[in-house]
C-alpha cells in the first residue's frame, strides 16, 4: 500500500485513500468465464433416438409415458416415450422463419384435471409479428388429438419484425403464477424502456392478468408485468429445487450469461454485457456497473445456451442439484453444478452430434433432448 507522510496535506492524504479503494468498490466481482472448457466424447450415458420432427423446439411431458414437442414451423405433436406421434390440430398459426415460429409448450400446474396446455409463438400481424402466450384444453379422442378454446391471455405490443423472440414458460412452484420471458427481437435498447414488452422477464397469474405483488403492479401497462429487465436473448428459465429462479441468455460475440434472477432488477442490456457487438464495438462489462445485476457465470466465447432443466431425480444420483443446458453452438449438454453458497460452475460439457435445442427430465429420471435441425432428433440419455 502507498506509503502516507505526515507533511502531506489533509485532502492529499484523503484523494489518496479514495483512489486506492475505489477500484474495490467501483467493480462487481469477476464472475467465472467457461466458455474456453472442451466438450468431451466421453459419455456417461447411453444415447438412444426415439423419434424425428421438422426443426423442433420444446419437449413437455405430461406423464411418464407422453409428452408434447413442438416444431417451429408451426405443429404440435403428442408423443409417446416409445416414440409413437399423434399431430395435434387446433395450433394458431405462426410467423416462421429465422428464430421465429410455435416456440415453447408446457402443461398447466392442474394439467391432470384441467387438461390445459400453455404454449408460446411468434404471432402474425399486418405487417409485423410478435410473441404470444396462449392456453387452451388438449383434448385426446382415440387415435386424434386437438386444442380446444384457444385463448391468447399476453401479447407483446407493438409488432414489431425481428428476431429473438424468448417465449420461454416457468410456473412458479406454488403453481399460482407464470414467468414468461420476452427477448428483445434485435432491438436492444426496447430492454432498458420500461413501457416496452421487449427485453423483459414477464409475472402473470394463470390467465394473464397481473399479479398485484409485482415489483412496479401500481403502475400499469408493461411495467406492472415486468419482474426484470435488461435482458437479450433468453432461451432457457428454471425453478431449482431451493426456489431459487434461473435464466440464461445468448450475448453479443460473446457473454453468454446465467443469470439468478431477482425482482426489480435491471440485468443491465445492452447497457453493459460480457460480450461485444457483431461490428466489433466494445460494449461495457458487467463489472464497471455494480448497480446493475451481472451474470452469476458466463461463456465467451460462447456456448448459445436453449434449454434448462435442473435435475432432482435418482436415475444419475451424481448430477442431483445440477441444471441441465443444451448448447448450439457447441453442439453439447452443459452441466452447472452450485457450490455451497450458491455460486454455479460448469461441471460437466458433453459433446453431442447436433445442436441441441431443448432439455427435459422425465418421471422415472431420464433426461430428453431434442437437435435444432431438420430432421432433428427426440433423444433419451440413460445410465450407461
Not at 85 to 102: A, D, F
Request: hydrophobic letters at 40%.
Amino acid at each position: 500500500m502507498q506509503q502516507f507522510h505526515r507533511g502531506w496535506p489533509r485532502r492529499l492524504i484523503v484523494a489518496a485513500v479514495l483512489a486506492f479503494i475505489a477500484p474495490a468498490t467501483a467493480r462487481a466481482a469477476e464472475p467465472e468465464n467457461a466458455g474456453s472448457h472442451a466438450a468431451t466424447t466421453a459419455l456417461p450415458f447411453k444415447v438412444s433416438a426415439v423419434a424425428s420432427f421438422d426443426t423442433p423446439w420444446a419437449i413437455a411431458f405430461l406423464d411418464a409415458t407422453r409428452m408434447l414437442v413442438t416444431e417451429k414451423p408451426g405443429k404440435l405433436w403428442l408423443v409417446s416415450t416409445s416414440g409413437e406421434k399423434v399431430e395435434v390440430t387446433g395450433v394458431p398459426k405462426v410467423t416462421y422463419g429465422g428464430q421465429n415460429g410455435l416456440l415453447d409448450v408446457t402443461p398447466a400446474p392442474d394439467f391432470a384435471t384441467s387438461g390445459q396446455i400453455y404454449l408460446t409463438y411468434v404471432e402474425p400481424g399486418d405487417s409485423a409479428s410478435g410473441l404470444a402466450l396462449a392456453r387452451a384444453r388438449l383434448v385426446r379422442e382415440g387415435t386424434s388429438a386437438r386444442l380446444d378454446g384457444l385463448a391468447v391471455i399476453w401479447r407483446q405490443l407493438p409488432k414489431v419484425n425481428g428476431i429473438q423472440p424468448g417465449g420461454i414458460i416457468a410456473f412458479t412452484p406454488d403453481g399460482k403464477h407464470l414467468f414468461l420471458t420476452s427477448g428483445d427481437r434485435g432491438r436492444a435498447a426496447s430492454a432498458q424502456d420500461p413501457d416496452s414488452a421487449l427485453g423483459k422477464l414477464v409475472r402473470l397469474n394463470l390467465d394473464g392478468t397481473t399479479p398485484s405483488d409485482n415489483p412496479m403492479a401500481g403502475q400499469g401497462g408493461v411495467k406492472a408485468q415486468t419482474w426484470s429487465l435488461g435482458h437479450r436473448n433468453p432461451y432457457g428459465l428454471a425453478f431449482a429445487a431451493d426456489g431459487k429462479l434461473w435464466m440464461h441468455e445468448m450475448g453479443p460475440r460473446g457473454g453468454d450469461e446465467l443469470n439468478l434472477i431477482l425482482p426489480g432488477k435491471n440485468y443491465g442490456w445492452p447497457l453493459v454485457s460480457n460480450g461485444d457487438n457483431y461490428s466489433g464495438t466494445p460494449i461495457p462489462r458487467h463489472t464497471t456497473r455494480p448497480d446493475l445485476e451481472g451474470p452469476k457465470l458466463y461463456w465467451t466465447p460462447v456456448i448459445a445456451p436453449a434449454g434448462l432443466a435442473f435435475y432432482e431425480s435418482t436415475l444419475f444420483p451424481q448430477w442431483r442439484g445440477s441444471a441441465l443446458i443444451g448448447g448450439l453452438k457447441v453442439r453439447a449438454l452443459v452441466r452447472v453444478t452450485f457450490g455451497a453458497d450458491g455460486t454455479p460452475h460448469e461441471s460437466d460439457r458433453w459433446q453431442m452430434e447436433g445442436r441441441i435445442r431443448d432439455v427435459a427430465v422425465a418421471p422415472d429420471g431420464a433426461v430428453w433432448l431434442i437437435e435444432d435441425r431438420d430432421p432433428g432428433r427426440l433423444l433419451r440419455l440413460t445410465p450407461k
